[in-house]
């Protein structure tokens, strides 16, 4: 039974770059949710995605959007890159049939220089 | 929104000691859970605790949700214990996990 997969692990950019992140979700889930974890802090919850459509979103600017396909999987991408949005991505899963308790990815590690 | 404090914020332990993490949220909440950040990033769950006690090796953990607060308890610690504890709720009436502020524990040999 496979978990959460991310990719890629580790990705740098330069300021103004957009990037696009993966995940994979555990399998029999259909609920992906995002986070942001900067150094030294915890999770931030950017948004959540059901049905192929952004339900609830955390406070994060518009350069943050998603998507989710048909197969449950998700992106998570982020246009006109800052130094401060340096940080761990995290995606977890649940199944909306279940209980609430969401499963996390390995994240990817993005720096922006 | 709601507030969600841990303590203590560094913990040092000798291995096989036993340790208390808290965590105290400031509104009521439908459910609770607890994680473990290893060095690598990687948040393993540990509980889902809405009410209650459970329990799974040496790690236990306890939720009054009337009082608004939840206990991890780590008996005989090991090196491999160590890392960051984080406990999150749901906020916002959907999916949306509001984390704590995290227990960044340490175990030496």
């Known amino acids: 039974d496979a978990g959460v997969t991310q990719s890629p692990t580790h990705l740098i950019k330069t ?6 992140l993966r995940c994979s979700p555990k399998s029999g889930h259909d609920t992906v949710c995002w986070y942001q974890q900067a150094l030294g802090q915890g999770p931030q919850f950017i948004f959540q995605y059901y049905e192929e459509e952004e339900r609830q979103r955390g406070n994060f600017p518009d350069r943050f959007s998603g998507h989710q396909f048909p197969n449950y999987s998700s992106e998570l991408n982020v246009n006109a890159l800052l130094l401060g949005d340096s940080a761990l991505y995290l995606c977890a899963s649940r199944s909306s049939g279940g209980t609430d308790t969401q499963y996390f990815g390995p994240g990817t590690r993005l720096t922006v220089l | 929104g709601i507030q969600v404090e841990q303590s203590p914020p560094d913990l040092i332990l000798q291995e096989g000691a036993n340790s208390t993490l808290r965590c105290n949220f400031s509104d009521s909440v439908n459910n609770l859970q607890w994680f473990h950040q290893n060095p690598w990033g990687q948040l393993i769950n540990l509980f889902y605790i809405p009410s209650g006690t459970k329990q799974n090796g040496r790690l236990s953990a306890t939720t009054v949700a009337t009082e608004r607060y939840s206990l991890l ?5 090991q090196t491999t214990d160590s890392g960051v504890y984080f406990c999150a709720v749901p906020t916002g009436g959907g999916n949306k996990l509001t984390f704590g502020t995290g227990t960044q524990l340490k175990v030496e040999l």
């Open chain 1, 15 to 20: 300021r103004g770059q957009q990037v696009t």
């Open chain 2, 73 to 77: 308890y780590i008996s005989s610690s």
